[in-house]
């Protein structure tokens, strides 16, 4: 066993009825052991990549299911001799000790349950605090994925993210429809500078916004308890203008590679006629340009939905804006597949608290025959969409920053 896990210290338990939890300690898999939570037919592994091994073979939890405990670098040496029992198949009932009904169930009565001996419940910790519990069994898999997610919508849903969400999509929408109007009138500028100037500024507000609500996320872990949107805002302007930075840089890049794309035809076109293509070598031009502009679409989409982990990068490890953009490509090179999954989770999540005022709002509009051309209807339509965005906006933000965690610190890279 390499030196490593031997530090870390991190034991993978299977259930007799399938379930895979994950301990961060010895100490933790004990006490769950004595409380009954971690039944005795359970199987153990130290690495995710190793063979599971029946927990009663172990020799740190020999003691506590009646054999002799040995030391730990006799635990390394392997299980001992002798047939290997057969593991329980998902969904067995598991064995039980042998003994009347009438002394389990005094036994068991006398055991406090996981919840309530562990520290966090001693002190009345819930939230966060409880996620940062020693004794905590965290599940492994699709299930432990959307705990962590409903985690995270537990931490969202308070007023100061709220507010600060819905704030961030009224002045998302604002931007969207007010900067091109404002040009329009004055007369200056074509199309395209409107376009780019409206990405701009979006941009900004959302780096300034996640930084607000990564730094409270943040507070709220390091400080175990619920955090006021100003003791965040001292200093949110420097990582702001960081994330900012590595916004213009990563969308900018492939939005402008996209934009070229997308207009090459037209310039294939005149390139054609001034070197005097033939119409079929112009045909398979065009079919691989549109077929390439696709390819970048997807990519370029992907790349929006995966720059929310580039905050929680910048603002909990503090680095230099470039070594952050390769600690972020790090990221999801190690966890690609982990992160699809969970950032589905994550908008699907997102998008079921956005649905109750998302869904009014948008029958209103296409419902019927309204005007929304004037000034005041559409500021009106600017509070009313950037309301129903906002719980979305704030826990993408407040989801990714649990995601970054589990990645980060609690997975092991494959």
């Known amino acids: 066993m390499s030196d490593a896990t031997e530090k870390v210290d991190i034991w993978y338990i299977r259930l007799p009825e399938g379930e895979t939890l994950r301990a961060n300690s010895t100490a933790a898999v004990r006490h769950h052991i004595e409380t009954g939570k971690i039944p005795r037919t359970s199987w153990v592994r130290r690495d995710p990549e190793a063979e599971w091994t029946p927990l009663e073979w172990v020799g740190d939890f020999a003691d506590l299911l009646g054999g002799t405990r040995r030391s730990r670098s006799d635990t390394t040496e392997g299980p001992r001799s002798g047939p290997l029992p057969a593991m329980p198949r998902p969904g067995s009932t598991p064995d ?3 003994g009347s009904h009438e002394a389990m169930k005094s036994a068991t009565s006398k055991v406090p349950s996981a919840s309530e001996s562990s520290p966090a419940a001693a002190k009345g910790q819930t939230g966060v605090a409880s996620r940062l519990d020693p004794m905590r069994l965290k599940t492994i898999g699709v299930r432990g994925f959307g705990e962590e997610l409903l985690a995270a919508m537990d931490q969202t849903l308070v007023s100061g993210k709220l507010v600060t969400g819905c704030v961030t999509g009224m002045a998302l929408w604002g931007v969207l429809i007010g900067v091109p109007r404002l040009m329009a009138e004055i007369g200056i500028g074509p199309s395209w500078l409107a376009t780019l100037i409206v990405d701009a500024v979006q941009l900004l507000i959302l780096a300034y916004a996640n930084t607000l609500l990564i730094r409270i ?4 872990v390091t400080r175990m308890k619920l955090v006021r949107l100003s003791d965040v805002t001292p200093g949110a302007s420097t990582f702001a203008l960081r994330l900012y930075g590595g916004y213009l840089l990563l969308a900018g890049i492939a939005g402008t590679l996209l934009t070229l794309l997308r207009h090459s035809p037209q310039w294939l076109g005149t390139l054609a006629q001034e070197l005097d293509l033939g119409l079929s070598m112009l045909e398979v031009l065009a079919t691989i340009i549109h077929v390439v502009t696709l390819l970048v679409a997807v990519g370029y989409w992907l790349l929006i939905g995966l720059m929310w982990l580039l905050g929680p990068v910048l603002i909990f490890e503090e680095p230099p804006l470039g070594t952050a953009i390769r600690e972020w490509a790090s990221l999801i090179r190690k966890h690609w597949r982990q992160l699809m999954l969970y950032e589905g989770l994550a908008l ?4 079921a608290i956005t649905l109750p005022l998302g869904v009014p709002v948008a029958l209103a509009y296409f419902g019927g025959p309204l005007l929304v051309s004037g000034l005041p209807q559409q500021l009106t339509l600017a509070v009313l969409a950037g309301t129903a965005a906002g719980p979305l906006l704030a ?9 970054y965690l589990n990645l980060r610190y609690e997975s092991p890279s494959r």
């Open 96 to 98: 039980r000790p042998s």
């Open 348 to 351: 699907i999540l997102g998008m």
């Open 395 to 403: 826990f993408l933000a407040v989801a990714n920053t649990f995601i």
């Open 217 to 220: 996320t943040q507070e709220e």
